[in-house]
């Protein structure tokens, strides 16, 4: 059996990283596999690559699936197509194509890492352009979700249980050795997007305690970004707060992000909506503990495996306004209130109100210890790529049967309860 990973792009981010990871796997496996991309997979020995998957290549409304299968003609059958982010509205085919695939009676895993109903109005503005519905279904379907929530939307939508697996993304242990820094150096990895929430973490820094450096890993990586994000830098840099901004990307090449790595003595996230947010299983793979904002229904599902980092808040109040729901503007002017008067500013977790200086000066002690590594052995890769692999086969002995589609008003209802 063939199983055909399929992603728009190979850019650096999160989705690549676990199609990497996946390919890998199956190599260690010896599972036939092939990824198919907009170019050609060079971590890949079976790699085709058809442009027009970049949804922003001047190809893209080119996609057909004639392309494709030209592209894996000889690969051997039967084949299994593992798509990547398949209903997320970034593409302005990919609906078309996900269809012919169904339609034709191909096997097809969905792995669905990002929704464009949760919080994505222009992803999902494209979606209803194209006219067709994009939760397909038929018994030579699976869909792979990160969250019990998640998994929840689509079953209550329609879609058998026995055809939804939640899948979390594979993480290997690279435990870092003890930082040489003698004061918290605090490091947020990240694209510094709008939904990052950048703002707060100008917030942290002037909360924490003194000799305290902050620094983000890189910048937006997108012009519609680019405005916010520059906001932000220049207020930090007006008020001289203690953040490197973008290490791995400065002028003359920044510094290797295993160095970057190296250096902090903490990590923190103040992103207010992941689909699912693997620095709260980086933190323990690298061995460093972790602050900063909770994902109710991520943090939830990671409970219970024992994942449960204990310095991490729900909301941050100031003056008893919530921070996170702010506009930009009011984010500023909450900013320059805390500048002015830090004691209004109070951290909740699970209901309780902490002083925002007392509870980060305890969260960035260098005696602060990390969550055991053994508590992400359940995400490992092999495991991971077992669980496709069980799946794959069977889907292989599925048979052919009528093509439906998820109630797409529930699942918007969903996202917005």
């Not at 085919?93 to 097809?108: A, I, K, P, Y």
């Amino acid at each position: 059996m063939m199983h055909i990973l399929v992603h728009y792009h190979l850019r650096s981010g999160g989705v690549t990283q676990v199609l990497q990871q996946q390919s890998r796997s199956f190599e260690e496996l010896n599972y036939d596999h092939v990824v198919l991309s907009s170019e050609k997979a060079s971590f890949c020995r079976n790699a085709a690559c058809v442009p027009a998957l970049d949804y922003q290549s001047p190809t893209a409304e080119n996609l057909h699936l004639d392309l494709c299968l030209q592209a894996i003609e000889n690969c051997s059958q039967p084949r299994i197509w593992h798509l990547h982010n398949p209903t997320l509205g970034c593409h302005p085919r990919m609906t078309q194509f996900v269809r012919q695939l169904v339609d034709r009676g191909e096997r097809v895993i969905m792995q669905l890492h990002d929704f464009a109903e949760d919080q994505r109005p222009k992803n999902l503005l494209q979606l209803h352009q194209q006219g067709l519905p994009w939760f397909p279904y038929s018994p030579r379907t699976h869909y792979l979700v990160l969250t019990e929530r998640d998994r929840n939307i689509l079953c209550e939508a329609g879609l058998p249980p026995e055809q939804a697996t939640i899948l979390i993304n594979p993480i290997d242990p690279s435990p870092l050795a003890a930082s040489t820094r003698r004061t918290p150096y605090v490091l947020y990895p990240t694209r510094a997007i709008t939904r990052k929430n950048i703002g707060e973490l100008l917030l942290l820094a002037q909360l924490a305690p003194s000799e305290t450096k902050f620094a983000t890993s890189q910048g937006p990586g997108s012009s519609r970004y680019q405005e916010e994000y520059d906001h932000w830098r220049n207020l930090a840099h007006a008020w001289q707060l203690p953040i490197d901004w973008a290490v791995t990307e400065q002028p003359h090449g920044g510094v290797d992000f295993r160095q970057v790595q190296q250096q902090a003595t903490h990590l923190v996230t103040t992103s207010q909506q992941e689909g699912f947010g693997m620095i709260f299983l980086e933190a323990v793979a690298w061995q460093r503990p972790l602050l900063g904002r909770r994902i109710a229904h991520v943090t939830a599902d990671l409970r219970s495996h024992n994942v449960d980092h204990p310095f991490l808040y729900d909301e941050i109040l100031i003056d008893g306004q919530p921070f996170s729901c702010a506009s930009l503007t009011e984010k500023t002017r909450l900013l320059k209130r805390a500048r002015n008067a830090p004691h209004g500013v109070e951290i909740i977790n699970h209901h309780q109100r902490i002083d925002a200086r007392q509870w980060l000066a305890e969260a960035l002690s260098l005696d602060q210890a990390p969550l055991p590594i053994s508590t992400i052995a359940p995400f490992h890769p092999d495991r991971h790529a077992q669980t496709i692999l069980s799946i794959a086969e069977k889907l292989q002995h599925a048979s052919l049967g009528p093509v439906l589609d998820l109630d797409l008003a529930r699942i918007a209802r969903g996202f917005a309860s």
